[in-house]
């Protein structure tokens, strides 16, 4: 059957057939499933709908356009209330961070990982002649001038800051720090 006004001809199906084996729009054929399948697949739509409602619950609130910041403590301890409970505004200024002394630097550095405040902390230790050992993930500083120095490393005595063991600075002699472990893409 052709449509009048149409370039190309359009054949109708419900006119072309006899009634009673025109498809229904009601009426969808029926597929039979095995249960074992049936089964799989509901689980799969279970565990599909628990992901959503589980990353649905950690959807960050928006409030005027910009997210809010909200603390979130990764252990959390039952403490009275008028202790702190979100920290302080001072850690929002990076000004601040030329008056905190060596360890808070550190400390701020190893312990809020990811974040602005560590990126702060990370560029006054620079400013104060730590370099950032990408290998061994820790600060270095010349403890004198180095004995050796070529395009490719440069030996000598150095202080390291050990935060794994003792959470102290330790002296490093005939350390070999080679250049292409230094993290150099932060500016001081």
Known sequence: MVESGSREPRISILKSHP???RPSIHSRPKMEIPA???ESLEQEHIKSLRSLEASLKNIPEIFGGRREKSYV???PCATP???PSSPAPIFDDHRAYERFDTDTLFFIFYF???TQQQYWAARQLKRQSWRYHTKYLTWFQRHDDPK???DEYEQGTYVYFDHDASWCQRIKTDFRFEYVYLEDELPA
């Open 19 to 21: 009634p009673e084996l």
């Open 81 to 83: 209330e008028y202790f």
């Open 148 to 150: 050796v120095t070529t």
């Open 36 to 38: 074992r399948l049936q």
């Open 112 to 114: 809020q990982q990811g």
């Open 73 to 75: 403590p990764s252990n």
